[in-house]
Protein backbone atom coordinates (compact mmCIF):
# COMPACT_ATOMS: atom_id res chain seq x y z
CA UNK A 1 0.00 0.00 0.00
CA UNK A 2 1.24 3.73 -0.52
CA UNK A 3 -1.19 5.12 2.68
CA UNK A 4 1.28 7.18 4.67
CA UNK A 5 1.04 5.59 8.79
CA UNK A 6 -0.95 7.64 10.79
CA UNK A 7 0.29 9.50 13.19
CA UNK A 8 -0.25 7.96 17.21
CA UNK A 9 -1.07 11.13 19.08
CA UNK A 10 -2.23 11.94 22.83
CA UNK A 11 -5.89 13.09 22.73
CA UNK A 12 -6.63 13.49 26.67
CA UNK A 13 -6.23 11.83 29.48
CA UNK A 14 -9.14 9.41 30.31
CA UNK A 15 -9.53 10.96 33.67
CA UNK A 16 -9.59 14.32 32.34
CA UNK A 17 -13.16 13.78 30.63
CA UNK A 18 -16.36 14.23 31.90
CA UNK A 19 -19.22 12.12 30.93
CA UNK A 20 -21.12 13.18 28.03
CA UNK A 21 -19.23 16.19 27.59
CA UNK A 22 -17.38 16.58 24.07
CA UNK A 23 -13.72 17.97 24.07
CA UNK A 24 -12.14 19.14 20.99
CA UNK A 25 -9.56 18.20 19.18
CA UNK A 26 -7.53 17.70 15.90
CA UNK A 27 -6.41 14.56 14.28
CA UNK A 28 -4.36 13.66 11.95
CA UNK A 29 -3.12 17.13 11.61
CA UNK A 30 -4.11 20.81 12.70
CA UNK A 31 -6.68 21.30 9.80
CA UNK A 32 -9.27 18.26 10.84
CA UNK A 33 -11.22 19.11 13.90
CA UNK A 34 -12.57 16.10 15.90
CA UNK A 35 -14.38 15.25 19.37
CA UNK A 36 -13.77 12.79 21.84
CA UNK A 37 -16.25 11.57 24.66
CA UNK A 38 -17.10 9.63 27.79
CA UNK A 39 -20.17 8.15 26.85
CA UNK A 40 -20.39 6.56 30.66
CA UNK A 41 -21.48 3.44 29.20
CA UNK A 42 -20.06 0.41 26.94
CA UNK A 43 -20.48 1.24 23.62
CA UNK A 44 -19.39 -1.96 21.25
CA UNK A 45 -16.44 0.09 19.16
CA UNK A 46 -15.72 1.95 22.86
CA UNK A 47 -11.97 2.65 23.86
CA UNK A 48 -10.57 2.86 27.69
CA UNK A 49 -11.16 0.26 30.57
CA UNK A 50 -14.65 0.79 30.31
CA UNK A 51 -15.08 0.65 26.69
CA UNK A 52 -16.84 3.95 26.52
CA UNK A 53 -15.22 6.72 24.93
CA UNK A 54 -15.49 7.20 21.10
CA UNK A 55 -14.14 10.14 18.93
CA UNK A 56 -15.25 11.44 15.66
CA UNK A 57 -14.37 13.94 13.21
CA UNK A 58 -16.55 16.97 13.23
CA UNK A 59 -17.44 17.63 9.67
CA UNK A 60 -20.11 16.92 8.30
CA UNK A 61 -19.99 13.94 5.41
CA UNK A 62 -22.74 15.96 3.40
CA UNK A 63 -20.90 19.52 3.15
CA UNK A 64 -18.11 19.95 5.79
CA UNK A 65 -20.17 21.81 8.00
CA UNK A 66 -18.59 21.60 11.98
CA UNK A 67 -21.12 19.26 13.80
CA UNK A 68 -21.68 19.85 17.25
CA UNK A 69 -22.36 17.45 20.17
CA UNK A 70 -26.28 18.12 22.08
CA UNK A 71 -25.47 16.78 25.03
CA UNK A 72 -29.21 16.84 25.90
CA UNK A 73 -30.02 14.51 22.20
CA UNK A 74 -27.07 12.74 23.22
CA UNK A 75 -26.35 13.03 19.33
CA UNK A 76 -24.08 15.17 16.79
CA UNK A 77 -26.16 17.94 14.87
CA UNK A 78 -24.98 19.81 11.74
CA UNK A 79 -26.20 23.13 11.46
CA UNK A 80 -26.43 23.06 7.88
CA UNK A 81 -28.93 20.83 6.20
CA UNK A 82 -30.09 19.19 9.82
CA UNK A 83 -28.09 15.87 9.31
CA UNK A 84 -27.91 13.93 12.86
CA UNK A 85 -25.10 11.05 13.74
CA UNK A 86 -25.40 8.37 16.02
CA UNK A 87 -22.00 8.52 18.78
CA UNK A 88 -23.03 5.30 20.10
CA UNK A 89 -23.34 3.64 16.74
CA UNK A 90 -20.18 4.32 14.48
CA UNK A 91 -20.92 7.48 13.99
CA UNK A 92 -24.16 6.43 11.94
CA UNK A 93 -26.15 8.98 10.05
CA UNK A 94 -29.69 8.79 11.53
CA UNK A 95 -31.41 11.20 9.61
CA UNK A 96 -30.54 13.98 6.89
CA UNK A 97 -28.44 14.47 3.51
CA UNK A 98 -25.24 12.76 4.32
CA UNK A 99 -25.08 9.73 2.86
CA UNK A 100 -21.34 8.78 5.04
CA UNK A 101 -21.36 8.02 9.17
CA UNK A 102 -18.87 10.81 10.38
CA UNK A 103 -15.22 9.58 10.10
CA UNK A 104 -14.48 7.34 13.36
CA UNK A 105 -11.24 7.97 14.78
CA UNK A 106 -10.10 4.93 16.07
CA UNK A 107 -8.52 5.14 20.13
CA UNK A 108 -5.88 3.09 21.96
CA UNK A 109 -5.84 3.46 25.22
CA UNK A 110 -2.36 4.22 27.99
CA UNK A 111 -3.13 2.09 31.09
CA UNK A 112 -0.17 3.43 32.09
CA UNK A 113 0.14 6.76 31.09
CA UNK A 114 -4.27 7.68 31.65
CA UNK A 115 -3.90 8.45 27.78
CA UNK A 116 -6.05 7.89 25.11
CA UNK A 117 -3.91 7.54 21.96
CA UNK A 118 -5.61 8.73 18.29
CA UNK A 119 -3.96 6.10 16.09
CA UNK A 120 -6.03 5.98 13.03
CA UNK A 121 -9.46 6.83 11.58
CA UNK A 122 -12.37 4.59 9.94
CA UNK A 123 -13.39 7.16 7.25
CA UNK A 124 -12.78 9.90 4.85
CA UNK A 125 -12.47 13.15 6.39
CA UNK A 126 -14.87 15.22 4.60
CA UNK A 127 -13.13 17.17 1.08
CA UNK A 128 -10.21 14.61 0.86
CA UNK A 129 -9.30 12.32 -1.22
CA UNK A 130 -6.69 10.53 1.54
CA UNK A 131 -6.56 11.50 5.00
CA UNK A 132 -3.04 11.14 5.57
CA UNK A 133 -2.06 14.39 3.34
FE1 LIG B 1 -24.07 18.76 7.25
FE2 LIG B 1 -25.22 19.33 4.94
S1 LIG B 1 -23.24 19.93 5.60
S2 LIG B 1 -26.04 18.21 6.57
Redo the contacts with the bound molecule.
Sequence with gaps: STALPYPRELVTKLSELVINQPLYFNYPDNRSPCVVIRRGREIKSGAGPDKDVVAYSTQ?T????P?SYDQEAEAFK?P????IFDPDNTGQMVI???TENLPRIILEYDDAEDALMAVSIDGLIYGRQANII
Excluded: L, P, R, T
Excluded at 62 to 65: A, K, N, Y
Design positions: CHMGCVCCHYSGQA
